[in-house]
């Protein structure tokens, strides 16, 4: 199995390779937010994640959802706080 790193632009749901690994989110160079994942490329993008974006300071409201942590991030004075559905693999991740 050939394995590559993809970089998927965020958001709500993104659709994915069957058995990708989330491994990063962060803004790329060009000033858009992502998430980079290991994937097969000859797997179909058939699963769909779901991604959550909460500001600093608000309320974590995930509706019976386990969240794993992503990463943090800064735009100009805000602070973003990156997460993704649990039942993802996630790396670093930590359970909410």
């Known amino acids: 199995?050939?394995?590559?790193?993809?970089k998927y632009k965020w958001?709500?749901?993104?659709?994915?390779?069957?058995?990708?690994?989330?491994i990063s989110a962060d803004y790329d160079p060009t000033g858009s937010l992502c998430i980079w994942a290991i994937v097969d490329p000859n797997e179909p993008h058939d699963e769909e994640i779901r991604l959550f974006l909460i500001p600093t300071?608000?309320?974590v409201i995930n509706n019976g959802v386990s969240l794993r942590f992503l990463n943090t991030v800064?735009?100009?004075?805000?602070?973003?706080?990156?997460?993704?559905?649990?039942?993802?693999?996630v790396e670093p991740s930590q359970l909410l």
Not at 1 to 6: A, F, K
Not at 74 to 89: A, I, Q, R, Y
Request: no cysteine; proline share 3%; net charge positive.
């Open 1 to 6: 199995m050939t394995r590559t790193i993809w």
């Open 11 to 22: 958001d709500d749901v993104v659709r994915v390779q069957k058995g990708a690994k989330i």
């Open 57 to 59: 300071g608000n309320v």
């Open 74 to 89: 800064k735009s100009g004075p805000f602070v973003w706080h990156l997460f993704v559905e649990e039942k993802w693999n």
